[in-house]
Nanobody, 115 residues
Framework: QVQVVESGGGTVQPGGSLRLSCAASGSIFSRNTMGWYRRAPGKVRELVARIMYGGQPQYADSVKGRFIISRVYANHTVYLQMNNLEPADTAVYYC?????????WGQGTQVTVST
């Protein structure tokens, strides 16, 4: 059984920073993709950033230059450093683990950017 658990959400003022963490455990194929998605109120879930096994980080255009994704392959963890946050970044952020046809999601963590 695979589990994916996020942490690190919260409320921050515009221009602030937050760091999200995600840890996956269980029977996980090493050549996997880990990433972050988000769902804003009234919108569909969208890709924020991801790293394929051995690949370079990929970012949504809306977060390029502000967010940094990193991962530790040895223990299936992935991080999202979010800088210069904007109100439009307000959403529930989900960690995703993908390998083969297996697709796993965390429970989500709320990020709110507001004055």
């Amino acid at each position: 059984q695979v589990q994916v658990v996020e942490s690190g959400g919260g409320t921050v003022q515009p221009g602030g920073s937050l760091r999200l963490s995600c840890a996956a455990s269980g029977s996980i194929f090493s050549r996997n993709t880990m990433g972050w998605y988000r769902r804003a109120p009234g919108k569909v879930r969208e890709l924020v950033a991801r790293i394929m096994y051995g690949g370079q980080p990929q970012y949504a255009d809306s977060v390029k230059g502000r967010f940094i994704i990193s991962r530790v392959y040895a223990n299936h963890t992935v991080y999202l450093q979010m800088n210069n946050l904007e109100p439009a970044d307000t959403a529930v952020y989900y960690c995703n683990l993908l390998f083969g046809t297996a697709n796993y999601w965390g429970q989500g963590t709320q990020v709110t950017v507001s004055t």
